[in-house]
């Protein structure tokens, strides 16, 4: 309790409270620039042997974090751990990342992540005439979820998508899309589909996770996206898994209506997600 009391201290509006019965928590790292360039999303989970017997669990999202730069931060954060065994690790993980993070802010490094929205942007559109239809999944759909097919197949079909039931609150509205999905490809046809509805297109954030069983290696391939709704997508992502869903793509369209709802958009973005996944 005294490290979450420091952390949330130190760190103010970037540190998150995701869960405090299961304490669950997320802070939002950046690499300390006047305007950030590069962020990075922790997510930990503090087991009931934490610090003394079990290091947290953890989980890093950022949409420029892939392979070899995922593998060097991973191990980086498990030498920490062993090198402080059985003591608080959790400041000196955040500002390990954080100079990962301004090593490559200070670099060359051409591959620069897409900040192409801000949290909570102005929005005016009308608010009554852009909802889809809400269509409630069939059972004949979630069969589709156990459907595999060939990573390497160049045509993917397209599943199909379902449009949850839209929630509105205080002139923002919040509506999940679910579609059943086995590939990446299958990913990337379902969201360009989605955006070829203007209304989904013009939402201010559309926040998707998506979560892939790979039988063969016995391995989830899994990913988010927040879409200037800092830490959203990973939530989402983390419903998922505490709900233990798989083969599935789900997607949140939220419509700024002007008036900041605080942590409540987070609720009503898992609030829509979950009911979704549940039908």
Excluded at 14 to 21: H, M, P, R, S
Excluded at 269 to 274: E, F, I, L, T, Y
Aim: overall charge negative; glycine content about 4%; aromatic content about 8%.
């Amino acid at each position: 309790l005294d490290e979450i009391e420091a952390l949330s201290s130190i760190y103010g509006e970037d540190w998150c409270v995701v869960d405090e019965d299961e304490k669950i928590y997320c802070i939002k790292i950046s690499d300390c620039l006047e305007q950030p360039k590069w962020t990075l999303c922790l997510q930990v989970v503090l087991p009931p042997g934490y610090p003394a017997a079990e290091p947290p669990i953890y989980q890093l999202n950022a949409s420029w974090l892939r392979g070899q730069d995922y593998m060097e931060l991973a191990n980086s954060l498990e030498e920490i751990y062993i090198q402080n065994l059985g003591e608080s690790i959790l400041y000196l993980w955040v500002e390990k990342i954080r100079e990962v993070l301004i090593e490559k802010a200070q670099s060359s490094d051409p591959a620069e992540p897409d900040n192409k929205k801000t949290s909570e942007e102005v929005d005016e559109d009308n608010e009554d005439d852009f909802l889809l239809d809400y269509q409630p999944v069939q059972e004949d759909s979630v069969k589709m979820l156990n459907f595999i097919t060939s990573e390497s197949q160049e045509d993917e079909e397209l599943p199909s998508i379902h449009h949850g039931n839209p929630i509105t609150d205080r002139r923002s509205t919040f509506q999940a899309h679910l579609a059943p999905v086995v590939t990446p490809q299958q990913v990337k046809r379902v969201l360009e589909k989605l955006y070829e509805n203007k209304k989904i297109a013009s939402a201010t954030h559309n926040i998707y996770a998506y979560r892939i069983y790979c039988e063969d290696k016995h391995t989830f391939l899994q990913d988010c996206e927040d879409d200037g709704e800092t830490a959203a997508g990973g939530r989402l992502l983390h419903l998922m898994q505490i709900l233990d869903v798989h083969n599935v793509l789900v997607v949140v369209s939220r419509w700024y209506g002007g008036i900041l709802l605080g942590p409540d958009r987070f609720k009503h973005v898992n609030n829509c997600a979950r009911t979704v996944l549940v039908e």
